[in-house]
């Protein structure tokens, strides 16, 4: 039974039950993201903390557990709640309300810990399921295959916000401290938490790197390939000749769905395919299977993913791509998930992987996923049909030509973006290739044979359009469209607000949605700077009453007990106070504003950084005395630049500051803006420099002078991430090139910089990196690359190319960008989330293109622009253009 009777008779089933509650239950409908709860509480009163029960179970197993625990719940009279609908179920088991909360299908809230041993051991007995998922977070208890406990909080009594900015639920030690509620992946509880029962052992959860036997075969893993709720695939060695394969093991019940299907029974779905494809040379080849310990063993296609490759070879792959896929049509299978990181190109030629959701030609119920970007407008769920791989094939066109996944444009009208994003960059025989794949109605897409042939004869064409990416663009910035999003995004905030008696905040929709959070990098103090910097750089006083009220809100709250930092935490925030308290004309919130940054100054932070650190504390010293014109800001601070300055190190050349252990105990020093030396040595040599302290500009130069020769990759074409090695995409600005040179841009303003050769090496690999398309955020993103831009654009030699690469990035963000609730929106890095913060949400993109606009060259978060935020504007002048 599948789909929407399913559906229905499980509703029907819950709302019956519901209604014959025995007498003092109360029920409701409750909302938490995207899960809906049927919540059931008898009338004793919950306690604050305790060992909670989840059971756990999946979709298909809907009715039975409505049938055979629910009655056990109410003969026990213990609180419960269950999703309020099928829907929510499988959200849970997909993974989509965190890693954490996979399995947790009914939570039980027992009345003390002395019920729950007898209350797990009658539904022990009761519920024993086949593919209910694991509790990543819980002790397994009972038979160890559906029930688990978890010592956390009953009641939101409490709240901790770490030192680095994350807020969790608290809970209260025997002792009398507050410490975090933490969903821990790997079970682990309290240590003052003592399970009412011994824990049992863990079904069906493998070890990365244990040896495995499969009908008296052993393999040994040697490399983790990927690894996720789902499971994890390895390289392994075949011990008895010694052969390289792939393991591929999944856990049971994730991803469960009502049709039966979960990661196990995909897996082996895949196996069915590949015997289908044996001897095709066109996949891998099955060598081992174990279905109860969700294993399958294949050969290594080697290779590498087409992404890895530079342009001019994905284009030369294409055509071989088509090829293979109408050889797997000819077999009669449809891949269904058909995308670059699904293909591996090798010695032996192009391999197909990844078939886990395979289906034979007319298949009438294939299992229903996909990724978005490929997924055709007929949906997962229709009959299997090889135009659904050809529109796949679309997609990888556009992947291979830009460099980048379509599966990042925002779902409304995917390939019509991913058509105008080609023809906006001159790709037009791409862009026509697409299109007919493209085509909504699946009689009327070419074969893949037909792509393939065409691919062959376009190839030059393709070539010829793809000889320099970052001079195709020939379009030109619009500022009345920048101006217009800018103002629609700023109201858009409203749909997130939070009304709290006389003052008002906002939600989020990202990682900590679940709290009310303060910081400039996600909270009320970013978005009070966003919309500052809106009504500056469009010369209005639109959101003069939203900056107001959230800012009494931030005055009325108590500083942060731990999280300190710029981003983060207390000193962030003081910023975000003195902005609003001069704008407005309120000394109340410029008090409140130092006595925000007077519990940052007096602590012992343990980052040095500038993202939730002792750097940040720095800066924003330096930033308060800007915006207020003041000097105690600075004064302040000086106790945490002695710290900062006695805790430098040279390691491997490199000066620079070991992270707090609790971030990264590893003692590894970190370079980039966010949480490396750049962005520490920025924060000292603008304090350095305005308060005349030679000794410790010279410690922030010697640092920003040390990347180019120690803190490079090979090629000298980004920074590295640690002195340990390894790198993150060059136009980020968190561990980037970017964000180096963002914090050169600072650390020393003005046109001598460009006389730099640090500054020179930088502001070239940055051009190099400069994304055609990515998220829109200001940390990973297109808003950050904006903003660099604009920065760079202060200087005459550079002037040119700065105002390229701006029309380049906001005709992205303008690709980016949707309505939602009537106003103009982006996403976050990732598709589905849309949230209003400044560094991680829609104020990032918005704040630039207002910028932009304007014609400022400052970062929103420097002491010229800060400046101009806290003077309100006459409505009509906006900024000097």
Not at 546 to 559: K, S, T, V
Not at 713 to 733: E, F, P, Q, V
Request: aromatic residues 6%.
């Amino acid at each position: 039974m599948t789909g929407e009777r399913l559906h229905a008779q499980y509703a029907a089933a819950l709302d019956a039950f519901t209604d014959q509650l025995a007498r003092g239950w109360r029920t409701s409908v409750r909302r938490d993201g995207a899960i809906s709860w049927r919540v059931c509480e008898f009338g004793y009163e919950l306690p604050g903390q305790g060992w909670k029960l989840h059971v756990s179970a999946s979709p298909i197993d809907a009715l039975d557990l409505l049938e055979v625990v629910l009655p056990e719940l109410v003969e026990s009279g213990t609180t419960f709640k269950l999703p309020a609908d099928l829907d929510s179920m499988v959200r849970i088991n997909a993974g989509l309300a965190g890693a954490s909360q996979v399995g947790k299908i009914v939570t039980l809230y027992p009345p003390s810990n002395d019920t729950l041993p007898g209350l797990i051991d009658r539904l022990d007995t009761l519920w024993r399921p086949d593919r209910a998922p694991a509790v990543a977070s819980d002790l397994p208890v009972g038979s160890g295959g559906a029930l688990f406990i978890r010592y956390g909080a009953f009641q939101a009594t409490g709240m901790v916000t770490d030192s680095v900015g994350v807020t969790h639920t608290a809970l209260r030690a025997p002792d009398g401290t507050l410490h975090p509620d933490v969903r821990d992946t790997r079970g682990r509880q309290p240590d003052w938490a003592v399970p009412p029962v011994p824990a049992a052992h863990r079904i069906g959860t493998a070890q990365a790197g244990a040896p495995i036997e499969i009908d008296g075969t052993t393999f040994l893993p040697m490399k983790v390939l990927t690894a996720n709720l789902r499971g994890h695939v390895v390289l392994a060695l075949r011990l008895s000749d010694r052969r390289l394969v792939i393991i591929r093991h999944r856990e049971r019940g994730v991803e469960s769905d009502d049709f039966g299907n979960d990661a196990v029974t995909r897996l082996e779905n895949e196996r069915q395919a590949l015997l289908l494809l044996k001897d095709s040379r066109i996949a891998p080849e099955v060598l081992a299977h174990d279905l109860p310990g969700g294993k399958l063993v294949v050969s290594d296609a080697g290779g590498i993913q087409p992404e890895q490759l530079p342009v001019q070879d994905r284009l030369e792959h294409l055509p071989e791509l088509a090829a293979t896929v109408a050889k797997l049509h000819a077999r009669g299978l449809v891949h269904r998930d058909l995308k670059l990181s699904n293909v591996r190109i090798g010695p032996e030629g192009l391999r197909l992987v990844d078939l886990e959701l395979a289906a034979p030609i007319g298949a009438e119920h294939p299992v229903p996923a996909g990724t978005q970007g490929y997924v055709p407008p007929e949906g997962w769920h229709a009959a299997v049909d090889p135009a659904y791989d050809v529109y796949g094939l679309g997609s990888c066109v556009t992947h291979a030509v830009m460099g980048h996944c379509p599966g990042h444009l925002p779902p409304q009208n995917n390939a019509g973006r991913q058509i105008g994003l080609l023809r906006r960059h001159g790709r037009l025989t791409a862009a026509s290739i697409v299109k007919a794949c493209h085509d909504p109605d699946p009689p009327n897409r070419p074969t893949a044979d037909q792509v393939a042939e065409q691919l062959r004869t376009v190839l030059p064409a393709m070539r010829a359009e793809t000889v320099d990416e970052s001079d195709m663009y020939r379009g030109v910035f619009d500022r009345r469209w920048a101006y217009s999003a800018a103002m629609s995004a700023g109201t858009a905030t409203r749909q997130f607000t939070v009304v709290r008696g006389r003052t008002q905040h906002w939600r989020n929709s990202h990682l900590l949605a679940a709290y009310d959070c303060e910081g400039l990098n996600l909270g009320a103090a970013g978005i009070i700077i966003a919309l500052a910097t809106l009504d500056a750089a469009l010369g209005t006083l639109h959101f003069t009453d939203d900056i107001a009220l959230a800012a009494e809100w931030l005055a009325a709250r108590p500083p942060l007990p731990e999280a300190q930092g710029f981003f983060t935490g207390n000193s962030g925030v003081s910023v975000a106070l003195a902005v609003a308290g001069e704008r407005l004309g309120r000394a109340d919130l410029i008090t409140s504003a130092r006595r925000r940054f007077e519990h940052a100054a007096d602590s012992r932070i343990p980052d040095y950084d500038l993202f939730s650190g002792a750097a940040g504390i720095v800066w924003a010293g330096s930033l308060l005395d800007a915006v207020l014109g003041s000097s105690w800001g600075r004064g302040l601070a000086e106790q945490q630049v002695m710290r900062v300055r006695a805790s430098a190190r040279l390691v491997d050349g490199l000066v620079g500051w070991l992270p707090n252990p609790e971030f990264d105990p590893s003692g590894r020093v970190y370079v980039g803006a966010a949480h490396g030396t750049a962005g520490v040595a920025m924060a000292l040599a603008v304090w350095g420099r305005s308060t005349g302290c030679t000794a410790t500009t010279d410690l922030a130069y010697d640092a920003l002078s040390s990347i180019p020769d120690h803190g490079l990759t090979a090629d000298k074409a980004n920074i590295l991430t640690t002195t340990s090695g390894g790198s993150h995409a060059a136009h980020h600005w968190c561990h980037g090139v970017a964000g180096y040179l963002w914090c050169l841009l600072q650390a020393s303003p003005g046109p001598r910089v460009a006389d730099d050769a640090a500054w020179q090496l930088a502001a070239a690999a940055f051009d190099r990196a400069t994304p055609v398309l990515d998220n829109p955020t200001m940390c990973h993103g297109l808003a950050g690359v904006l903003e660099t831009w604009r920065m760079v654009g202060a200087l005459p030699d550079h002037s040119g190319r700065a105002r390229h690469r701006i029309a380049q990035a906001t005709d992205a963000l303008r690709l980016l960008h949707h309505a939602q609730g009537g106003a103009t929106v982006w996403s976050s890095e990732h598709p589905s989330v849309v949230t209003p913060d400044l560094w991680v949400g829609f104020l990032g993109p918005a704040t630039q293109l207002a910028l932009a606009g304007a014609g400022s060259a400052h970062a929103v978060l420097s002491p010229q622009w800060l400046r101009r935020c806290a003077t309100p504007p006459l409505p009509g002048t906006g900024f000097s253009r």
